[in-house]
């Protein structure tokens, strides 16, 4: 295993700007960045709903470890709620301690409606499937995870998650 790939977790309730957010860290590190989304994996790749030892837990865990093994900093970012994902969750922080960087975005409920409102995916799904989603401060017991408020403006919060991690973006970002 490459001993500088480093696994940022961003993990946070509908429209709170996870999937931003990633998509930012990639663009600032370049290539080399991987980015496991709960989305893409559950419902593209699997087709899946997001229920209690779902295929998609194991896969996500599979992806992550293959790509950082493979030496790709590894993003995995998603809903990731601690009920169903925890012991996953937890597994990773055991196994990539000191290289594993987990990030909670804690974002009223109200503020999660309204970033929804201006996503593609808006006609999707409804406010009131959301409400049913929406789980406050679902932090994973065990796992040491960086609070970051919706007060972080997007750049703010990923210089923060580049600094905890100690990263550097590429100079090269093609």
Do not use: C
């Not at 696994?7 to 370049?30: F, M, P, W």
């Not at 998609?56 to 950082?68: E, K, M, S, V």
């Amino acid at each position: 295993m490459t001993q500088d790939a480093q696994l940022i977790v961003l993990r946070g309730n509908s429209g709170s700007g996870k999937t931003s957010v990633a998509t930012e860290l990639r663009r600032r590190l370049g290539r080399g960045t991987a980015i496991v989304g709960q989305d893409n994996v559950r419902r593209n790749i699997l087709k899946e709903l997001d229920t209690a030892g779902a295929a998609n837990i194991g896969l996500i865990d599979t992806i992550a470890r293959y790509t950082l093994a493979h030496g790709f900093h590894t993003i995995v970012e998603g809903i990731l709620t601690a009920s169903r994902y925890g012991d996953m969750l937890r597994r990773l922080h055991q196994d990539y301690r000191g290289r594993g960087h987990f990030f909670y975005l804690d974002v009223p409920f109200e503020e999660t409606v309204a970033r929804h409102a201006t996503r593609p995916q808006a006609a999707d799904f409804s406010p009131e499937d959301m409400a049913e989603w929406y789980r406050p401060g679902d932090l994973v017991e065990g796992v040491p995870e960086h609070v970051i408020s919706s007060a972080s403006p997007l750049g703010n919060t990923v210089d923060l998650i580049l600094d905890a991690a100690g990263l550097h973006p590429a100079s090269d970002q093609r």
